[in-house]
Structures are given as structure tokens and as C-alpha cells.
């Protein structure tokens, strides 16, 4: 276990919930919370602490008031930025999103030069793509959270659906962490089932719906974004990586060639294993998923030009 370190910079509800997950699973030796408010880092860090002497494994949870705390890493999950409010812009939002992010990840490659990183803050697939571009690290190094949680969600909606076989649920979303994104019922199955084997078309196109409104949903009714799920989503891939599990989940990677995109990242299946993504699969699609996924790469390429426009990489 010594050594396995993982660093959470953003101590929010996302960040603390993922730390919280890790800390009971046992995941890691040691989790550091990094906060630009650093009473939030050190409080949610005691409390954490304080529940993990009930976990079947000992883990450290601690925090840092500054980056340099963050040091060596295996794996560095970003949380950090700002939600959309009142009459910002999408513009708005990528620019100081984006700027928080290059900050953060100048701190992470002077500090963890040799880690993971895994993106969770939004736009998502546009933050991981900046992150590519701030650090220059093999693309293997550096992936985002999208897919791992929008499959949790549409898992979800099809046991709302069918009504059974929770646990064996097997789904598939990929493109972006949006209203483009692509859940692909035809790769879903309950205990080896194909879904299409139990659900109408009809019912798969509101499985699709829905899944697309997940979050949307819980901001509803809850007025801030879910936390519960991403969390957990967080802590999935972390310990896929820090075990050497080699399982295969859809994450936002950098595409150099795969689905005839280069230099954007989208949410694909992926290998994830100890040097982060260990492969990238490529599905066969047939023309209408050729054009939903044409459609989700152009929404991640639209975010990626205005951060060029206001000449952010400069």
C-alpha cells in the first residue's frame, strides 16, 4: 500500500465524496485534499479521517493549504472550477475554467511530475484537452471522467426500466460529457443479455433520453449538481489504475488517429490499467453513429476554438 498516493485538488462535494468512497474501499495509503479554501480541504479531511477508522483498511486522508503539498502523486484528480451562474456565457465559462486549470496543472507537473491525471472539471472534454496541451505528458497520462459516469446513469435508468439485475447491468456512453453525448444501447446487456432482448425500441430511446437528462434531473431537485455518483465514478477509475485492473471503461482521451479525429478529446472505451489508458478500442459504427459522434466532436472542437480565439494556448 505505501506509495499509493492520490491527490484531490477541489475538496467539494465531487472531490470530498471521492475521497470519502476511496477512504472506505481501502483504494490507496494516502489522500491528500487541496483546496483554494483551505479550512474546506482540513475540515473535510477530519472528517473523512475520523470515518475511516471504521474501513476494513487504514487510510491516511489529510490536506495542504498549498499546492506543493501535492507532492508525488500517483494519481491527481482535478475537480476544481467554477459552475455556470446568472448570464455567464459558455465563453465565459470556458475562459475562467481554463484558466483555474492551467494554474492547477502548472503546480501538478512541478509537483507530481510522474502522475496520472484525471479530469473531472467542466466542460470536461474541453478541461482535458487543455490539460494535454499545458503538460505535453504522453497522452496515456491523462484522461477524463465522463463516461464512467454517464454509463453508471444509464445503467440506472435501465434497471428503472426492467426491474432486476442491478448488479449485471453492463452500458456504453461515449462523445462528450453533454447533451451530445452517445449512450449505445446495442453494447448494453443485463447478465450477458442484450438489452434489445428486453426492452422495446421505444423503451431504449427513453433509456437514451433520460440518461441524457441525468444530471440535469438532480439539479432539479436538489439545486447544485450531483456528487454521490461522480464520486463513486472517481474512485472506480483510480482503483482500476492504481490495481493494474485492465478494465475497460469509456473515459475522455486524446484521439490521434482513432475515429478518424486527431488533436480533440471525446469520451471512447478505453483499457485502464497502471500507466492510465493502456489502449483505446475502436467500435465499428454504422453512418447514424458515425454522425452522432461527428456531432459530439464538433461540440468539443467549437469549445476548443474559443479558448484559440481568445488565444489561451499563446
Known sequence: MVGRRVGIVGAGLVGATAAYSLAMLGTCHEVILYDIVPEVAFGKAIDIGQSASYSKKGTIISAVEEPSGLKDCDIVVITAGVPRKGDMTREDLLLINAKIMKDVVGNIKVHSPNAVIICVSNPLDVMTYVIHRMTGWEK?????????LDSARMAYQIQKKIGFGSSQIKSMVIGDHGQNMIPLPELSSVGGVPLSQLVSADAMEEITRKTKEGGAEIVKYLGTSAYYAPGRSIAVM?????????????????????YGYSDVTAGVPVVLGAKGVEKIIELDFDAARKADFEKSVASIRDGIRILEENNFFA
Open 238 to 258: 483510480v482503483e482500476a489504475i492504481l490495481d493494474d485492473s485492465r478494465i475497460v471503461m469509456p473515459s475522455s482521451v486524446l484521439l490521434e488517429g482513432e
Open 140 to 148: 496515456n497520462r491523462i484522461l477524463g471522467m465522463a463516461g464512467t
